[in-house]
Structure formats: C-alpha cells, structure tokens
C-alpha cells in the first residue's frame, strides 16, 4: 500500500522526535520514499544525520542553506508529497499551521501542499489540553487536516496524563489506512447536482444566488474516488471539474431538469446539491432591457422542483437532497424529506459559523425519512462527501 509513495515526515522539536526514527524505518520498510523535514529546534534532539540515513535522503532543515536539493524546496516537496506526516507535532507547529505562519521549511511546505496533512500531537498534558491548543486543533480539522491522537501515560516531563505521541506502529497504521481507498461504489452510477442556477432576464442579466458548488463538486470527486460512474451536472461555478466525472455544464433550473432527465434511468443514486432558483423571469428579453421609467417590474413563474419530480419517479433510486435554511432547520426539512420523496435531506443553517456558501467546511444535520436526526459537527466539505456516501452505502 505505501510502495512507492512519497511521504513528506516533519519532525519538530520534542523529545518524541526519537520515535519519529522508528517511524522512518518503518515506512522505508514498507518501500515508501521519505523525506524528512526538521525543524531547527528538532535538531537538538537528533541529528539530521540520523534521518539522512535512515531514508537515504537529503533531510533540509533550512530553507536557504546551500546546496539547494529542491529547485525551489518548499514549493517541489510540497508538491511531490502523497501524505505529509507530522510527527511528532508540538503545540507550537500545530499553533503556526492553525494560524497561516510559514517561517521555516516545515511550515512552509505545509502551507503549500495540497496533499492530506495527518498530526501525530506530543506534549505535556498541560499544554496539550490548553484550550488554545485544543482551538487550533478544531480549527485545522474543520479545514481537514488529520490528527493521530496522543496516549495517556507517564511524560518524558515526568507528569502523568495525555500527550504521549503515538507508537510508531499505530501512525504506520493509520497512514496505511489513509491510502487504502474504499471502492465500494463501483458499479453504481450517481447523478450529483451542484452549483447555482442562472435565471435569464434578457441576455446580460440572470437571477441566481450564492452557491459556489464546493459541496457538490466535493461529492462528485469523492463519489468517483470510490469507484461510481458520476454525471455532474453543474450550473455556473468558478471550480474545476473533479479528474474522471461526466461534467455537463447548465445554466437554468428547466436545462438542469432536462440534463438529468436524460441520464435519469441509468443513475442508481441522485444527489440534488444545486441551489436551483425556485422562480424565473416569466419572459427572457431577446434583447437587453433599457432602463426608462422608475419602476420595472419583473414577473416571475415558478421552476419545476426537479427533486420533487424525481421523487414521483423514485422507484428503487437513492434520492438525496439539501436544504439550506434560515429558520426552524430542522421541521422544514423533514417536511421537504416526506413531500419530495427523499432518503434523506442533509440541511444546513445558513447563519451557522462554518456552515453555507462558499466555505470549505459545513455544519449540518441528516435526517432521514424515518425522522431521524443526525447532527454533525463542523467539518470539511470534502469529509462530510465521504459521510454522505456511507450513508448511502448503508441504505
Ligand atoms: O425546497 P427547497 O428548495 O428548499 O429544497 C432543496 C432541495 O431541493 C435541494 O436538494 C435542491 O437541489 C432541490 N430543488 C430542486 N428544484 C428546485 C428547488 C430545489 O430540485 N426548483
């Protein structure tokens, strides 16, 4: 599983750092190239040396040391890494990455890469359970970064209690996992929605709203790292499309109704994330409105509700919606669960920190046609796809 992969091994400065020697040994072992990265204060604990020989590669500790080993180092590892591991972590690396400080190699290369980032914490208890600690460390998973939890036990400091760093074979263990991708939705066909949609006044001017299509996009990439046939139909977003979906790129909520339509009866599971516009303009001027007395007023009809349609055709599909609110969450989308024939809505509070348009995290709740009601903590986009594909994998 680790063959062949590059992993990136920050080691920062506390007594841990010893085990991190093991942790090497073990991941070469299983044939995977590592280079390691040092803080300055790490140094002090073992030498670079140790590590150099241990992964037959170069360790950089300074970024502007000559010789350069990497054209432009942080940017070329940062680039390079599948994983990047950091172990042990203290409170301090996990302070800077949670706060956008990049002063050295370390945090540099953690900043710029887009590889999964997992911390394996090592401290004293009482730093370790230091709210400012445990802040920064919510807020670096709601952005999904990963954390490897310390044990209990008897400290290198000599007080007893949680921030021992985890052995060497558990963090093996838990990369290991990291790269084992479940492919349990081969063979399965899903229709992911995503985006806003686009409402045409007259040829320059549209009604629409502020979905960016994060969630969705973040559903259609995880649903085909996880082995299904996926159609993306997406309104107008800024994102790029996922490697290996179907993109069909719409405008208007009666073209996406369309779109789905013709791939309809070979999905297995439908995921409406769009924020499709409930009304458009009742005439689309074929030339642009001039503006003449005070008022315009602009008439509006309703649009299909595409899921609602959908579910009077469900048959044996997964149908799952969104619902963003404003007021009473929860009744509101159990009500849209029953009317529109779902398996299950996931419903988010707009005013909710971390939750909504454009961020990369969100905070909802599922609920399901029986009225259960599942709610989740803050966490990123990308995790909480992977969440929605378990739950559909249980149904
Ligand atoms: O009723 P409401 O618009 O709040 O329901 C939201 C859910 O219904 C979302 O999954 C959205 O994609 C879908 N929807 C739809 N057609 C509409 C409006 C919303 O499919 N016209």
Redesign the pocket.
Known sequence: MLKNKNIVLGVTGGIAAYKACDLVSRLVKAEANVDVIMTENATKFINPLTFQSLSSNQVIVDMFKEPKYWEIQHIALAKKADLVVVAPATANIIGKIANGIADDMLTTTVMATKAPVVFAPAMNCNMYENPILQSNIERLKALGYRFIEPGEGRLACGDVGIGKMAEPDVIESYINSMFERKKDFVGKTVIV?AGPTREAIDPVRYISNHSTGKMGYSIAYKAVDRGAKVYLISGPTSLKAPEGVQLIPVNS?REMHEKIMEHYDEADIVI???????YAPAITHQQKVKKSDEKLILELVK??????ELGKIKGDKILV????ETENLVENAKE?VSK?NLDF?VANDLFTEGAGFGTDTNVVKIIDKQGNVESLPKMAKLDLADLILDRIIKL
């Open positions: 929605t909520a409406m994330s769009a924020a499709v516009a409930d649009n299909p509700d595409i899921l609602y919606g969104f619902a963003m849209k529109k809505i």
